[in-house]
């Protein structure tokens, strides 16, 4: 491992060193002026029981920071491993904003109306609760409003590890 003379260390190292940790994949959904923009995140995790919280953290250089922060509701849908081409589609930057979800079959959470990816292993709907500077992107602490979670038999997750989309079996 190599780091800068300053003491800092190199993005390169500590990307290799967080890739060792195992993570879930979310796509995590907004609406902004009516029109719904997504990402995914792996950057998610609970916060709090009481009250209900959770955070993702969001690159201040994408559109979703933008839209998340103006609309102050967000939804979280929870991957399957069977979603691993919508968690690589809304990792891409760049996309087109209209759309990005064809193809991908969603529903309105019931009390945002963020899309929710239908089929998701679980699913969380948050009013922004408080946002913190992290660096180059921003901690969204959310309130959780609703949520769900699909009763299924061998419920295989998605994960990310070792810079890698990756299964995880239930059993």
């Not at 919280?53 to 102050?72: F, I, Q, T």
Request: with cysteine; hydrophobic share 40%.
């Amino acid at each position: 491992m190599t780091s800068e003379p300053s003491g800092s260390i190199a993005p390169g190292d500590f990307r290799t060193a967080m890739g060792r940790f195992a993570s879930g994949i979310t796509i995590m959904s907004t609406l902004q002026g009516g029109v719904a923009h997504a990402m995914t995140a792996n950057a998610f995790t609970s916060v709090s029981l009481d009250p209900p919280l959770v955070l993702v953290c969001v690159d201040k250089g994408v559109r979703m920071h933008d839209a998340v922060l103006e609309c102050g509701f967000w939804a979280v849908s929870v991957l399957a491993d069977s979603h691993r081409l919508i968690a690589e589609r809304f990792a891409k930057s760049g996309r087109d904003l209209f759309s990005q979800f064809e193809g991908i079959t969603t529903v309105p959470g019931p009390k945002t109306g963020c899309p929710l990816i239908e089929g998701a292993l679980s699913w969380l709907e948050c009013r922004t609760w408080a946002s913190y500077e992290g660096g180059d992107h921003t901690i969204v602490v959310g309130e959780v409003l609703s949520l769900g979670a699909e009763e299924l038999a061998d419920p295989d997750a998605l994960i990310y590890y070792a810079g890698q989309y990756r299964e995880l079996r239930a059993r």
